[in-house]
């Protein structure tokens, strides 16, 4: 949508304000990839007439100039019941994009998980609170700690290595394996 407004807007930039619309009714009438249908149809339970169908006497249009106002009517409220359903696909169709989406992306994830007695590195929470004295070059994880309790839902009761246990659970997204340097007791 926002691509369409940039679009229609560097054409005409000083006039953004008339094309507006002109790109509104654009997004309204065109089929969305996620929902397969127009907005415009699932508001109104029917497909937009254009113009240019208007001028050139379309068929459903001649089809539909031949109906009296009752048939008419009773057509239109056959359309409006049907918007439920329309509107049920395009939220099956949208749930199904997401979960697509969300099984590609968790392909990619590797779950971290730890055993009691492991050494890890703790990232300085909470986020953003690092020390500016080194800039950049700031360290984002904090001394080593040592997992006493694994908890379920991927948290971990950790204490220093001076044995002093923190208050609260981490989650294990906070946490990376520490390898102690080789050089360490030298």
Same mark, same amino acid.
């Given at each position: 949508?926002?691509?369409?407004?940039?679009?229609?807007?560097?054409?005409?930039?000083r006039?953004?304000h008339?094309?507006l619309?002109?790109?509104?009714?654009a997004?309204?009438i065109s089929?969305?990839? %996620?929902?397969?249908?127009?907005?415009? !149809?699932l508001?109104?339970?029917?497909?937009?007439? +254009?113009?240019?169908?208007? #001028?050139l006497?379309a068929y459903?249009?001649?089809?539909q100039n031949?109906l009296?106002?009752?048939?008419?009517?009773?057509?239109?409220?056959?359309?409006?019941?049907e918007?439920s359903d329309?509107w049920?696909?395009?939220?099956?169709?949208?749930e199904?994009?997401?979960?697509?989406?969300?099984?590609?992306?968790?392909?990619?994830v590797? %779950?971290?998980s730890f055993?009691?007695? !492991?050494?890890v590195w703790?990232?300085?929470?909470p +986020?953003?609170t690092k020390? #500016?004295?080194?800039?950049k070059?700031s360290?984002?994880?904090e001394?080593?700690y040592k997992?006493?309790k694994?908890i379920?839902?991927n948290?971990y009761?950790v204490e220093?290595?001076?044995?002093?246990?923190?208050?609260m659970?981490?989650?294990g997204?906070?946490?990376?394996?520490?390898?102690?340097?080789?050089?360490q007791?030298?």
């Open positions: 949508m926002i691509k369409l407004i940039k679009k229609k807007i560097e054409e005409k930039p006039r953004w008339e094309v619309s002109e790109a509104l009714w997004h309204r089929r969305h990839g %996620a929902t397969k249908v127009t907005p415009f !149809e508001v109104y339970g029917q497909e937009t007439v +254009l113009p240019v169908e208007v #001028n006497d459903r249009l001649a089809k031949d009296t106002a009752v048939d008419y009517y009773e057509l239109m409220m056959d359309n409006i019941d918007v329309k049920l696909q395009a939220l099956k169709a949208i199904k994009d997401k979960f697509r989406v969300a099984r590609t992306y968790n392909k990619k590797r %779950a971290k055993q009691v007695g !492991e050494l703790k990232t300085i929470l +986020l953003g020390s #500016n004295k080194f800039g070059w360290p984002s994880w001394e080593s997992i006493v694994v379920f839902g948290s009761m220093t290595m001076q044995g002093e246990r923190l208050s659970a981490l989650n997204r906070y946490l990376k394996k520490y390898y102690p340097s080789v050089w007791d030298a």
